[in-house]
């Protein structure tokens, strides 16, 4: 387990983007369809709660079983030693719960297409990403400004070609949520985790979870104890009536994949490259992932495929992938 955080970055990648796809077509097919309980499909607030607690429970087995707790920072109590995060951390897994939050929930807008959606959330963290590098005096490299040109014309392109953003409120606020976690975690990633060693990636994953995991469903259930309408109606089925549902298994699945997601995802974002390299890297695998599950729906659910425009845009998003795996290896030799 440990060698994980010692792989090559782009086998990671490679890992990551494999992962994503079952995790995005579990999902899509639990919130697809008329739920025979519910009348209608279900909604986003219903399939979070088992899928964030299965998360929980398996990352908190993977941190235990893994042995990567111990590279965390902690104490001793009682004579056993308990991982504590620190201040940092702390800020980042509330940066992180936001983004557990809203991952999942942006794959269940039956209105929205998979790889509109993404193009939307993965292109605000690609604006973000040299902020957080001038922030903190970090050199970005001429093919990670380039790569960032690149994935900014695919965005642009594809909401134009869609005529415009229009996505209900929630989806907004999905974004928004998703952008403003992003930022923390980057910000923080790159203040006290960025410099390249296993251990430092082991522990600060191990640290971001114990705060970003129970964070995220403690704040589901107090939407659902607040009793906002609807919403605390749809909490309420999530919570409770959905473990005896036979959707229980895809949503499951869901969480048993998310699980995997984020530790690639913590290994990439934490490579000690600047941000303007590593989160173009991710956020394009992961908007291609989500390209490949929208055939994968579509050849055998019958669900919409792509549009003409978003697969011009994942085209140019596999030019930056291309991008930044081959011209770090040009500029090794001549540095030399």
């Known amino acids: 387990m ?22 995005i077509i579990l999902t899509r097919l639990a919130t697809s369809g008329v739920h025979p309980e519910r009348g209608r499909a279900l909604t986003g607030l219903e399939t979070l709660p088992i ?6 429970v398996l990352t908190y087995a993977f941190i235990w079983a893994s042995g990567w707790h111990r590279d965390a920072h902690g ?11 620190t201040r940092y951390t702390v800020l980042s897994g509330i940066g992180t719960a936001l983004v557990l939050f809203t991952v999942p929930l942006s794959f269940t807008f039956t209105d929205v297409s ?7 959330m993965r292109g605000d963290i690609l604006v973000i990403a040299p902020l957080v590098d001038f922030m903190f005096g970090r050199k970005v490299r001429w093919y990670s400004w380039s790569a960032l040109v690149i994935v900014a014309v695919a965005l642009t ?4 070609q869609r005529g415009g953003f229009h996505l209900p409120p929630l989806a907004i606020a999905t974004v928004v949520l998703y952008t403003v976690g992003y930022f923390l975690r980057l910000a923080v990633m790159t203040r ?13 994953f191990a640290e971001e979870k114990l705060i970003a995991l129970p964070m995220s469903v403690a704040a589901l259930a107090a939407v659902g104890f607040m009793g906002l309408g609807s919403q605390a109606d749809e909490l309420s089925w999530g919570f409770t009536r959905a473990w005896s549902d036979p959707v229980v298994m895809l ?7 998310l699980t995997i997601i984020s530790v690639f995802a913590a290994i990439i974002l934490l490579n000690p490259r600047e941000n303007s390299y590593c989160v173009p890297l991710e956020r394009s695998s992961s908007l291609l992932a989500g390209l490949a599950a929208a055939y994968v729906l579509h050849a055998f659910w019958n669900q919409p495929a792509p549009t003409g425009s ?8 596999l030019g930056a992938i291309v991008l930044l795996t081959v011209a770090p290896r040009f500029e090794r030799p001549r540095a030399r």
């Open 157 to 160: 392109f594809v909401v134009h």
């Open 2 to 23: 440990k060698s994980l955080a010692r792989m090559p970055l782009e086998g990671i990648v490679v890992l990551y983007f494999v992962s994503y796809i079952p995790n």
């Open 192 to 204: 006290v985790s960025k410099s390249g060693d296993a251990g430092s990636v082991r522990g600060y």
């Open 114 to 120: 998979i790889p509109f959606i993404q193009l939307l």
């Open 310 to 317: 978003e697969l011009i845009g994942a085209a140019l998003l």
């Open 75 to 85: 104490k001793n109590i009682g004579g056993t030693r308990v991982p504590v995060p």
């Open 51 to 56: 899928s964030l607690i299965v998360n929980l």
């Open 251 to 257: 949503l499951a699945g869901g969480g048993f994949t």
